[in-house]
């Protein structure tokens, strides 16, 4: 547990962003009292905690929820961040932290006091780990780099299960999927939207999981935002041209069942990925 007069430190120290380390104190008390993190507050204290963390790309959560356990680096390149600061895991996932080559001292303590490597250090090589057992949200900063923004967090919350293995892994970090599936069996045809509101921008299917009959047509209509789209399948060699121009540029019938996984190249990161299951 920390001590007293790291308790002291956290609670008067200047965090950039936040307004204070007492803020942060007061994170770690309605963390504590708090089994799940599923309020509207603790999204809105999380985006603002994630915008304030040092992190040279656009902050995200990267998932590994059907990844291996994740380390996260401390200090690379002296940043004054960790690598990666923000990241999901499901329950009973232990995370790793190990320290990079830099003269800094450094340590990962909770904000709730659910765990805490101890006191600052700087050997390159050393490591902390922590099982984490429950769903949660876990904000967590190096003490003596909190005023400048190393500050992390882990996310941990169950995989989504729609039935389908395949489609849960492929899309499971793509707009808050859920592994909800449109059931649109016994349709002729089937329109999904490509460029629509989503993971961070136009950069969605809609819907992005759907089921079909065989002898379906699925038709894609682009909206014209988030840029360039085309379609690219990953179990069928079928697919489009990029397009940017609203309107329909791409259609294809599925005469076998199966399941069939597709994205948008040029955005496949950022999670514009779909899926169809036809039954």
Request: proline share 6%; hydrophobic share 30%.
């Amino acid at each position: 547990m920390p001590s007293t007069n790291r308790r002291a430190f956290l609670g008067a120290s200047t965090v950039l962003g936040l307004g204070s380390l007492a803020g942060f104190k007061n994170l770690r008390t309605a963390d504590a009292q708090t089994e799940t993190p599923a309020t509207e507050n603790d999204d809105d204290s999380l985006d603002d905690w994630l915008a304030t963390a040092n992190d040279p790309r656009t902050p995200r959560i990267r998932d590994f929820r059907f990844d291996d356990p994740p380390t996260v680096y401390l200090d690379v390149s002296n940043s004054k961040s960790f690598s990666p600061p923000a990241i999901k895991v499901t329950p009973d996932t232990t995370v790793t932290w190990e320290w990079t080559g830099t003269d800094r001292e450094h340590n990962v303590v909770a904000a709730d006091e659910t765990f805490d490597s101890g006191a600052p250090d700087d050997e390159t090589g050393t490591t902390f780990e922590y099982t984490f057992e429950t769903e949660g949200t876990y904000r967590y900063v190096s003490e003596p780099q909190a005023e400048a923004g190393m500050k992390g967090v882990v996310v941990v919350e169950s995989a989504p299960s729609s039935g389908y293995p395949v489609v849960d892994e492929w899309l499971v970090d793509t707009n808050e999927y859920d592994g909800s599936i449109t059931d649109r069996t016994d349709e002729d045809l089937v329109e999904i939207t490509t460029g629509a509101d989503g993971n961070g921008g136009n950069l969605a299917f809609d819907p992005h999981a759907v089921t079909v009959s065989t002898e379906t047509t699925i038709r894609w209509s682009w909206t014209g935002s988030g840029g360039g789209h085309d379609i690219a399948f990953e179990d069928a060699d079928v697919g489009s041209e990029i397009n940017v121009e609203p309107g329909v540029h791409f259609e294809h019938t599925f005469n076998e069942t199966g399941v069939f996984r597709y994205a948008c190249q040029p955005h496949r990161a950022l999670g514009h990925r779909g899926a169809i299951v036809v039954e």
